[in-house]
């Protein structure tokens, strides 16, 4: 994905503006919070390409070459259980590949068990120090037991034994009882061996429906751009809304 913008994009991202433009006074957090407010910027959506997916590689690239941002691929997964009940969290963004964003994680965790009950999900990545947002919505479907063994055979050692060890969302005793539960695969699995992928990991691929690109721009007159298809097969439309 590197490589993918211009110098000029690169250094405007470079260069964004972390300060606030109202003065802080000593009044307590709710004033503070009250008065937290930036001019956004100079940069622009204005060349979209047809395919959402080539900008959302851009703009991920130009997110990964910003110092100022910190794990640029992660992203908040949210979902929604059968009753309606949303849930949200942070997952990494590991892969793009066949249309859609993958993740990996526990399938018997909570994001896991709503995902089985809908599968509609959004994926949301909060580049604040870049004025950017981008929205993905759309269907979440396990990847094959080889793709998920494949990543799971890259993953340093200790990650791969934290899997093992990991009910994850399951109550937990106490910190001893993780601590134990990894020194049991550890010893199971020491370091240098294969270890192999648990039957409860692996990934999710997200197929878009709907991408959402949010840009700051001066005076709060955001570019606001939603790609939406109606399937998979769709071709993508493109719409402008106010921001
Ligand atoms: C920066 C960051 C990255 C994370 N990445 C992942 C991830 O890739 N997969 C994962 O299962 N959990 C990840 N987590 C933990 C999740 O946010 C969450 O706590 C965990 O998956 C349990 O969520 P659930 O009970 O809703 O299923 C990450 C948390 C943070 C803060």
């Not at 060349?47 to 910003?66: H, S």
Request: glycine share 6%.
């Amino acid at each position: 994905m590197k490589g993918v913008l211009a110098t000029t994009d690169v250094e405007i991202a470079l260069s964004a503006k972390v300060t606030l433009d109202t003065s802080m006074k000593e009044t307590g957090i709710r004033a503070e919070i009250s008065a937290m407010r930036r001019s956004y910027g100079e940069v622009g959506l204005d060349k979209l390409p047809t395919d959402p997916v080539t900008l959302f590689e851009e703009w991920m690239a130009a997110a990964a070459a910003n110092e100022i941002i910190v794990e640029a691929n992660a992203m908040v997964l949210s979902t929604a259980d059968g009753s309606g009940e949303i849930t949200t969290r942070t997952v990494l963004l590991k892969d793009i590949s066949l249309g859609g964003f993958t993740f990996f994680t526990n399938y018997s965790s909570r994001k896991a068990q709503a995902i089985a009950m809908n599968s509609q999900v959004t994926l949301l990545f909060p580049w604040y120090a870049m004025e950017r947002q981008v929205i993905i919505s759309g269907q979440a479907d396990k990847i094959s037991r080889e793709e998920s063994e494949n990543y799971f055979a890259t993953r340093p050692w200790s990650s791969q034994i934290g899997a093992w060890a990991s009910v994850q969302s399951a109550p937990l005793a106490s910190r001893e009882e993780l601590e134990m539960r990894f020194q049991g695969a550890a010893e199971k699995w020491p370091e240098g061996s294969v270890v192999p992928t648990p039957p409860h990991w692996g990934g999710f691929r997200v197929i878009p429906d709907s991408i959402e690109y949010w840009q700051g721009r001066y005076s709060r007159l955001h570019d606001r751009i939603r790609y939406h298809r109606a399937s998979a097969k769709s071709d993508w439309e493109m719409q402008r809304y106010f921001p």
